[in-house]
Every structure is written in C-alpha cells, then in structure tokens.
C-alpha cells in the first residue's frame, strides 16, 4: 500500500506541474489573460498545501500570480478567491478577511468563494461566520464531501459535536466508502469522549485511505492512540514531519495536539509556535 501511495502522489503532483506548464504557457501568450494567471496562483496553492517539497517557494509564487490575476480583474470573484487562499495558506489573516470577503460579495454564489471565506474565518477563530460560510457553500453545491466535514468542524468549534457527528452521519449516508468523511465521524466521536466507538472508525479510515495518500486519516486516528499513550500505534511518518516543512495550519496544530497530548511538551510548542505562524489561530 505504501507504494501505491506514493506512486499516486507522485501521479497528483505531476499533474499539477502539467497543469501549471499549460497555465504558463497561456500566461505566455496572453500576459493579459486574468483567468490564466489565477488558475496558475491555484495550482501553485494546491501543490503548497499538499507537497512539502518547494512548498514556501510555490506559495509565493501563488500569491505573485493570484495578485497578477486580481490587477487585471479586480472584480473577479474567482482571481479574489485564489489571491484569498494564498493570504490564508501564508497566515495573512486580515488581508485575507478582507479579500474573501470581497470575493463572496462579488460572486455571492460562487461556492469555491464562501469555501475560501469560511477557512480563512476558521483561521481567524470567527467561528459562526466559518460555520455560516460553509453552510452557503454546502447549500450552493450539496455534492461535494468535503464542505460537509469542513462545515462540520465549523459546529464542532461552535460546542456543538452532536450536529457535527450528525453532519457526517448524513454524509456517510450518502458516501458511505468515503475514508475521509469515515474519519471526521471517527474525530467527531473522539471529541465526544467515545473513543471506544471512535476508534475502529478511524482504523477503517486509515485502511481505505492507504492508496491516496492522505495523511489526514492516520493523523486524526493518532488523537485516540495519544490520548492512551499508546505511542506504538501512531503511525511513524507522523514523528518524521518537521514544522519548516509543513505550510498547511491545520496539519501543524494536528501534530502539536498529538504531541501535547503524549506529553512531549518541547516537541508540541514548537509546532504551536508553527501553527500560529502560519494563521491558523482557531481560538476554540
């Protein structure tokens, strides 16, 4: 399994990279072709929030092109979402607030927008707006899994885990082989103080997750194990990841809670420390 995971990365990343030459080539031809610069500023994101590899490079040259994109469009509601994402990504909260907020204002149904505000508001610890923004992307485009355990979350830092858990439980009615929306049910759960229900949900989600190459799953199920102390059962990689590598918030204060909760306290600050760096302040 773990080289159909890494031979599938290597396939998204390649992707990506062809994605980005074909951009810049009609960047190439067209300098004054908005929508070419942001869909390049949106791959540069992708590969930064999934590769550590040229991450903080890639990142700038994100910002760079989605700034491009804004100067030539500054009332596309798609130019403003990407130039958002990169703000967030690089812990500029404020700017960011500021841009998506525009962005959601400009193009008010624009999924990919409202999904961009509320994580930028997650970031920000404003909760109910997260939890709002993630509802009218939900709304706007119920088929997507992901804004259902994004917006589920967004309850969960409200206090209210049992409509988080329910939110999963409706997206795994409808999803039911799904490793990811598996393991926020399995998170959810564990917030709730069930862990003995959490944990075999997790374990399915780490098997059904080995060939994506996710690490979200084997992170969340590493809560369980941590909260035990059975440090054995933590999936290894975990304790090879360093914060200069990791540009993505959300990772970082996953690391720093698994830390901190083995009471390795040294090893926990730093990725705190990383965590707020990078924006993601999620107060609750």
């Given at each position: 399994s773990d080289v159909?995971?890494?031979?599938?990365?290597?396939?998204?990343?390649?992707?990506?990279?062809?994605?980005?030459?074909?951009?810049?080539?009609?960047?190439?031809?067209d300098p004054s072709f908005a929508e070419a610069h942001a869909m390049l500023a949106y791959l540069y994101c992708m590969e930064a929030a999934n590769f550590d590899t040229n991450a903080g490079k890639n990142l700038q040259r994100a910002e760079q092109e989605a700034r491009q994109a804004t100067d030539l469009s500054p009332n596309s509601p798609e130019a403003l979402g990407v130039l958002g994402t990169a703000l967030t990504e690089g812990g500029h909260n404020l700017e960011a607030l500021k841009v998506l907020r525009r962005a959601t204002q400009l193009g008010p149904n624009s999924e990919f927008a409202w999904d961009m505000f509320g994580y930028a508001c997650h970031y920000a610890g404003l909760d109910q707006?997260?939890?709002q923004a993630y509802l009218r992307s939900e709304n706007l485009n119920p088929t997507t899994p992901r804004i259902y355990w994004m917006h589920a979350r967004m309850l969960l830092y409200e206090?209210?885990?049992?409509?988080?858990?329910?939110?999963?439980?409706?997206?795994?009615?409808?999803?039911?082989?799904?490793?990811?929306?598996?393991?926020?049910?399995?998170?959810?759960?564990?917030?709730?103080?069930?862990?003995?229900?959490?944990?075999?949900?997790?374990?399915?989600?780490?098997?059904?997750?080995?060939?994506?190459?996710?690490?979200?799953?084997?992170?969340?199920?590493?809560?369980?194990y941590a909260a035990r102390g059975e440090r054995q059962k933590i999936d290894p990689k975990i304790f090879t990841?360093?914060?200069?590598?990791?540009?993505?918030?959300?990772?970082?204060?996953?690391?720093?809670?698994?830390?901190?909760?083995?009471?390795?306290?040294?090893?926990?600050?730093l990725w705190l420390q990383r965590t707020i760096d990078l924006g993601n302040h999620n107060y609750p």
């Open positions: 159909c995971s890494s031979d599938l990365m290597q396939a998204v990343q390649l992707g990506l990279h062809r994605g980005e030459v074909v951009a810049q080539q009609a960047v190439d031809k707006d997260a939890e206090g209210r885990t049992d409509d988080a858990e329910n939110e999963m439980r409706r997206a795994l009615a409808v999803h039911p082989d799904h490793f990811k929306v598996t393991a926020y049910l399995g998170s959810f759960l564990y917030y709730e103080n069930r862990l003995a229900e959490a944990e075999p949900i997790l374990t399915r989600a780490v098997e059904m997750s080995k060939s994506s190459g996710d690490e979200a799953p084997a992170l969340l199920a590493a809560f369980v990841y360093r914060p200069e590598n990791v540009i993505d918030g959300d990772m970082a204060y996953w690391v720093a809670g698994i830390y901190a909760l083995l009471g390795e306290k040294d090893h926990a600050l």
